[in-house]
């Protein structure tokens, strides 16, 4: 039994219009595709355990003034659990710091970070951790 797919010419020959599931296995055709990928409850886990980690370097141990200011919002798989995002806004709602210097601040203490989230969670590899500074003004969120 031939299993190659039929030339455009066979396919020209047996039907008058030509659609693309025309030559497709219904076994393939039919079978039900995953549209969205559910996250697992594991990675779940993992970005709760690097929130409360994050939040509590950043609030006792971290010696940078800028830092001490904010907190982890949440913490999301972007795209999977290798690379996490993590939403950081001011703690108090007291004037908000500059979100370039508070960017800057993030960038050069991300090493030092992801060296503490590296020792609180049991991995193989530390994931890699991108931030994102939100500004809360009442009670919308605007992302930067």
Not at 20 to 35: A, L, N, Q, S
Request: with cysteine; aromatic share 4%.
């Amino acid at each position: 039994m031939n299993r190659k797919k039929p030339s455009r010419r066979q396919l020209q020959s047996l039907c008058a219009d030509i659609h693309p599931d025309d030559g497709v296995d219904p076994k393939e055709f039919f079978r039900p595709t995953r549209r969205t990928k559910a996250i697992d409850r594991k990675t779940l886990q993992l970005c709760s355990q690097v929130a409360d980690t994050l939040n509590l370097v950043l609030n006792g141990e971290c010696a940078d003034e800028f830092l001490q200011c904010l907190q982890v919002v949440e913490v999301r798989p972007a795209p999977d659990a290798s690379q996490l995002l993590v939403l950081v806004s001011p703690s108090s709602a007291g004037a908000a710091p500059d979100p370039v210097a508070v960017m800057h601040h993030l960038a050069a203490a991300n090493g030092r970070l992801r060296a503490e989230v590296a020792s609180a969670i049991v991995r193989r590899r530390a994931p890699k951790l991108v931030f994102q500074y939100v500004a809360r003004t009442g009670t919308r969120e605007e992302h930067r």
